[in-house]
Nanobody, 125 residues
Framework: QVQLIESGGGLVQAGGSLRLSCAAS????????MGWFRQAPGKEREFVAA????????YYADSVKGRFTISRDNGKNTEYLQMNSLKPEDTAVYYC??????????????????WGQGTQVTVSS
């Protein structure tokens, strides 16, 4: 069992930056692939980024590639999402998620076993 708590959301102007953190409980954090998803009002939850349990591979949605960076610190049981050059269309609730490694389908939310409660990111124009 893994409990995930996101932090770092807030209000920022377009072009600004935020760093989201996701703190995980338990000793097994390092054995899970980790991901970030987001959900804007009236829209479905969508994939943002993922990092494998080793930290050796990362994956991004086309809409954030080159602007967002996912990382993890297994010693601190924490995952991060550095978001630069933010746009109003990045406004959403951001969720971190953990999955048991296996399928390479990192973008599919049904592959994730544990979810945080979400943190709001609002980008003003």
């Amino acid at each position: 069992q893994v409990q995930l708590i996101e932090s770092g959301g807030g209000l920022v102007q377009a072009g600004g930056s935020l760093r989201l953190s996701c703190a995980a409980s338990g000793r097994t954090f390092s054995t899970y692939d980790m991901g970030w998803f987001r959900q804007a009002p009236g829209k479905e939850r969508e994939f943002v980024a993922a990092v494998t349990w080793t930290g050796g591979s990362t994956y991004y949605a086309d809409s954030v590639k080159g602007r967002f960076t996912i990382s993890r610190d297994n010693g601190k049981n924490t995952e991060y999402l550095q978001m630069n050059s933010l746009k109003p269309e990045d406004t959403a609730v951001y969720y971190c998620a953990a999955r048991i490694p296996g399928s390479r389908d990192y973008k599919n939310l049904i592959r994730y076993n544990y979810w945080g409660q979400g943190t709001q990111v609002t980008v003003s124009s």
